[in-house]
């Protein structure tokens, strides 16, 4: 039996390679709104962050929510109506999901985006049903780097977060989920492999990565 009880993934940037995407349309969102957008800002202020953090870090705090509820719906709809899930998956990530199948570890969402950034991107890949609980930006309070997302997604599936594995892009991730106590694991689609040197591992994707290999992490980690 193994001693992982969950792998927790986050969503863009882990499964999906769906940030380059992600940049152009925030890029070009923003303009639209006035706003321009460096790649400073959307490391310190955008990535890793749900539409209600994001927002007021670029529009300011004074916006209300009704236009942060609005400038979401229509920047998320822009990126859905241009980006094709199974055209950016990150490689070996569906083989890897059926060697944790296999060997019966329970698998989690914890995502920044929306449900419908969630139900679409999973649907479109048909690898809903592989996963016990999917929490997207609706499910916290407190999004990344906060550790809610990956206690709350723990949580849902009633197992300890230092049992879990979560796999993450961002920097805010990468410490909401070490926050949260479990070993994280970097997928190095965002940042390089120094920027998330504090990562028990930093991986290119998923080909080649064995279940033996996360129980050894983990293994570390408790010792």
């Not at 969950?6 to 706003?35: E, R, T, W, Y």
Request: glycine share 6%; hydrophobic share 40%.
């Amino acid at each position: 039996m193994s001693n992982i009880s969950a792998v927790i993934f986050d969503m863009d940037g882990v499964i999906v390679h769906s940030n380059p995407v992600h940049k152009v349309i925030l890029q070009k969102f923003c303009h639209q709104k006035g706003q321009e957008l460096t790649e400073q800002d959307l490391l310190e202020k955008v990535y890793g962050r749900t539409n209600q953090d994001w927002i007021p870090n670029v529009f300011g705090d004074d916006i209300s929510q009704e236009t942060i509820e609005a400038y979401a719906d229509e920047k998320e709809e822009m990126f859905r109506n241009v980006f094709n899930p199974s055209e950016h998956v990150v490689p070996g990530f569906i083989e890897f999901l059926d060697l944790l199948d296999e060997a019966g570890i329970k698998k989690v969402v914890a995502t920044s985006a929306p449900a419908e950034n969630a139900n679409y991107i999973l649907a479109e890949l048909g690898i809903t049903d592989h996963f016990e609980a999917v929490l997207n930006s609706s499910h916290v309070t407190k999004s990344k780097p906060d550790p809610e997302p990956y206690l709350k997604a723990a949580k849902a599936v009633g197992v300890d977060p230092e049992k879990c594995i979560v796999f993450e892009d961002s920097i805010s991730g990468v410490r909401s989920g070490q926050d949260a106590g479990a070993t994280v694991v970097g997928v190095a689609t965002t940042h390089t492999h120094e920027e998330m040197n504090t990562c028990a591992l930093v991986i290119d994707d998923f080909e080649g990565l064995s279940v033996k290999k996360l129980e050894e992490l983990l293994t570390v980690a408790e010792n």
